[in-house]
């Protein structure tokens, strides 16, 4: 059940025959208090749970089957599915640095009565991915499989009770920035954001998915009611360096990227955001920070820079300080919001680009 909207739950309590409210009590026992078994909806008569017992209706939550804990606070979770199959998942307390500038409220911490004023869940779409962006870990693993809406908005569930949170009385950001390109994967990926808001209650103002540049699903993306922001892979600031480093730029050069990014239509306070990891003495010279200001001409945006999360099979190194500054100071300069990513979670992989299932972390403790 865990995935149904709210019309498929009123069309299974009509199969069997039983009283429309109990969609309802179905729907909040799943997405609001998070049930993993049948047996657990006390609201629900015996009668009823056997009949869902009878015919093999179940929650089908995922499972968490490890937690690794950095030294900063950040949680990694390796979520299980029934197929054997898993994920990663994090969690974020204080988030990254990224929301800062997005007119969502959340650029300043609020009354932290937990240790922490918000916190940002990053999400997998995908087990594995396609898209074979050279610096990122998850490109080494392929892509596996899709997940179903159910098994995405599983993840979040799965951390909100972990964490014993709640998006009613938490400032709780959300990211689909995890393992996968969520716009290749993207009717599961929209099932899902819609009952993350419906029906979990997370604000899709708190809500980013970014993509490696899937220009015809951006289009789509643009006339949806319910949408998170945007964010959009850029990572480099000319079509041969980002054909080198994200070879779906053969697919999707920029010209045509950057015209969906025109294209797109903006709320209030609303920006495009363009995430640029940064790789030492590969696309972070003053050049690329000048060709970057060119290619953003026209467009509400802002941009946050990554410098590179290493990990083993990654053949880039991260610059220094100095150089993430200076680009970033040529991006201000023009005028552009321009804002650092800290590294989280770097010690445990839980950092942008290392999820890839990784279990043995000798620098950071099981829980």
């Known amino acids: 059940m865990l995935g149904m909207d709210r019309g498929e739950f009123a069309s299974l309590i009509e199969d069997l025959d039983e009283p429309a409210y109990r969609?309802?009590?179905?729907?909040?026992?799943?997405?609001?208090?998070?049930?993993?078994?049948?047996?657990?909806?006390?609201?629900?008569?015996?009668?009823?749970?056997?009949?869902?017992?009878?015919?093999?209706?179940?929650?089908?939550?995922?499972?968490?089957?490890?937690?690794?804990?950095?030294?900063?606070?950040?949680?990694?979770?390796?979520?299980?599915?029934?197929?054997?199959?898993?994920?990663?998942?994090?969690?974020?307390?204080?988030?990254?640095?990224?929301?800062?500038?997005?007119?969502?409220?959340?650029?300043?911490?609020?009354?932290?009565?937990?240790?922490?004023?918000?916190?940002?869940?990053?999400v997998s779409s995908q087990v594995g991915c396609a898209v074979d962006c050279q610096f990122c870990l998850t490109a080494l693993l392929g892509v596996k499989r899709n997940l179903t809406a159910g098994e995405i908005v599983g993840q979040v569930c799965a951390v909100l009770k972990d964490q014993n949170v709640s998006p009613q009385h938490d400032r709780i950001n959300l990211v689909f920035m995890g393992m996968g390109e969520p716009f290749l994967n993207y009717d599961n990926f929209m099932k899902a954001v819609r009952l993350l808001v419906q029906e979990v209650g997370l604000a899709e103002s708190r809500m980013t998915v970014s993509t490696a540049g899937i220009v015809p699903r951006i289009a789509d993306f643009a006339r949806e009611d319910i949408r998170p922001r945007l964010a959009i892979s850029l990572n480099a600031s000319n079509d041969d360096l980002r054909t080198r480093l994200m070879p779906i730029n053969k697919k999707w050069n920029l010209e045509r990227l950057m015209a969906a990014a025109r294209e797109f239509p903006l709320r209030n306070r609303e920006r495009v955001t363009f995430e640029y990891v940064l790789l030492?003495?590969?696309?972070?010279?003053?050049?690329?920070?000048?060709?970057?200001?060119?290619?953003?001409?026209?467009?509400?945006?802002?941009?946050?820079?990554?410098?590179?999360?290493?990990?083993?099979?990654?053949?880039?190194?991260?610059?220094?300080?100095?150089?993430v500054a200076g680009f970033q100071k040529i991006l201000r300069d023009a005028g552009i919001l321009t804002f650092v990513r800290r590294p989280r979670g770097r010690d445990i992989y839980a950092a942008c680009g290392q999820l890839k299932r990784t279990v043995e972390i000798a620098t950071a403790p099981e829980l």
Request: charged share 25%; hydrophobic share 35%.
């Open 23 to 122: 969609a309802q009590q179905l729907l909040e026992a799943i997405y609001r208090q998070r049930v993993e078994s049948v047996e657990q909806i006390s609201t629900l008569p015996q009668q009823l749970r056997a009949k869902l017992a009878e015919k093999a209706i179940t929650v089908s939550a995922p499972r968490i089957e490890k937690r690794f804990v950095s030294q900063d606070g950040t949680v990694r979770y390796l979520i299980g599915f029934s197929d054997g199959q898993s994920v990663e998942t994090v969690w974020m307390p204080e988030g990254d640095g990224g929301e800062a500038g997005e007119g969502s409220g959340d650029s300043e911490a609020g009354p932290a009565a937990r240790g922490w004023g918000r916190a940002t869940i990053c």
């Open 280 to 323: 030492n003495n590969v696309n972070d010279s003053r050049e690329n920070a000048g060709e970057v200001v060119e290619l953003l001409r026209g467009v509400r945006a802002r941009v946050n820079l990554i410098a590179l999360n290493p990990g083993p099979g990654i053949d880039f190194e991260t610059p220094a300080d100095e150089r």
